[in-house]
């Protein structure tokens, strides 16, 4: 009973402090008497996605203040939040289930790659620029959040240096090419579209190519090496492609 309690106690903190962080206004009460009305609730969803809720009620009536909670939660299953984390009005309002309430901003925050509190898996932590070991790249090479073409004298031909960045709260956030989870903190830009940097790889060895050179073949990655198996008699011809989103500053 005592771990049940201090679990939910623990989300209920990370959720009004993520909270508190999107909106910029501090709680006025305890978590729901600062929700109760809705109004915070639909707030975050603009700040987040803006003009995802048009109309947000702002009489202390109990069934317009209810409203809000009603245009909340739909909002919430229009992002792609499943339907076993949001809760049901009364659950806010009246204080049913608070855990639940919680747990559905929680995962809101997940499911638009704001990160987790906890550890992540190695391939999605955060990527730190400088701690490359790969002699192929200059540590003292700008980063630029876009690939960087060059020719380097090769048989191979076009060679390309992955774009760097870091994902920040204010930035949404999109999920890996490879493994499909989402980026929630370093990502790699390459081949039109964004990876976590140790999901980056060659396609046919699997060498990691987040801080070195690579070669597009057929929309794919492959490193020197295996560029001059998978296309040892022509040059390769490789153009970046637009995939249609860009990471807002």
């Given at each position: 009973l005592f771990?049940?309690?201090?679990?939910?106690?623990?989300?209920?903190?990370e959720a009004q402090k993520w909270i508190e962080e999107i909106t910029g206004q501090p709680?006025?009460?305890?978590?729901?008497?600062?929700?109760?009305?809705?109004?915070?609730l639909c707030e975050l969803l603009n700040k987040l996605k803006p003009g995802t809720i048009s109309k947000i009620n702002r009489s202390r009536m109990p069934f317009m203040q209810m409203e809000n909670v009603n245009a909340y939660i739909n909002a919430c299953k229009g992002l792609?939040?499943?339907?076993?984390?949001?809760?049901?009005?009364?659950?806010?309002?009246?204080?049913?289930?608070?855990?639940?309430v919680a747990q559905n901003i929680i995962t809101l925050k997940r499911e638009?790659?704001?990160?987790?509190?906890?550890?992540?898996?190695?391939?999605?932590?955060?990527?730190?620029?400088?701690?490359?070991?790969?002699?192929?790249?200059?540590?003292?090479?700008?980063?630029?959040?876009?690939?960087?073409?060059?020719n380097d004298g090769t048989k191979t031909g076009t060679a390309y240096r992955p774009g760097q960045g870091q994902v920040h709260e204010e930035r949404l956030a999109k999920n890996c090419q490879a493994c499909d989870r989402v980026i929630s903190?370093?990502?790699?830009?390459?081949?039109?579209?964004?990876?976590?940097p140790n999901c980056f790889t060659c396609k046919k060895c699997g060498t990691k190519l987040a801080r070195a050179k690579?070669?597009?073949?057929?929309?794919?990655?492959?490193?020197?090496?295996?560029?001059?198996?998978?296309?040892?008699k022509t040059t390769v011809k490789s153009t970046?492609?637009?995939?249609?989103?860009?990471?807002?500053n």
């Open positions: 771990c049940s309690w201090k679990m939910g106690d623990t989300r209920i903190a709680f006025q009460g305890d978590f729901q008497e600062h929700l109760k009305s809705g109004v915070v792609g939040v499943p339907d076993q984390y949001n809760f049901v009005t009364i659950d806010l309002f009246e204080g049913k289930n608070l855990l639940q638009l790659g704001y990160g987790f509190e906890k550890q992540a898996p190695a391939q999605i932590q955060d990527y730190a620029p400088g701690n490359s070991s790969n002699p192929s790249l200059s540590q003292d090479a700008p980063v630029s959040e876009q690939p960087t073409q060059f903190s370093g990502f790699v830009n390459a081949c039109g579209t964004s990876w976590h690579y070669y597009e073949h057929n929309n794919a990655a492959y490193c020197e090496r295996c560029i001059l198996v998978i296309n040892p970046t492609r637009d995939m249609g989103f860009k990471f807002a």
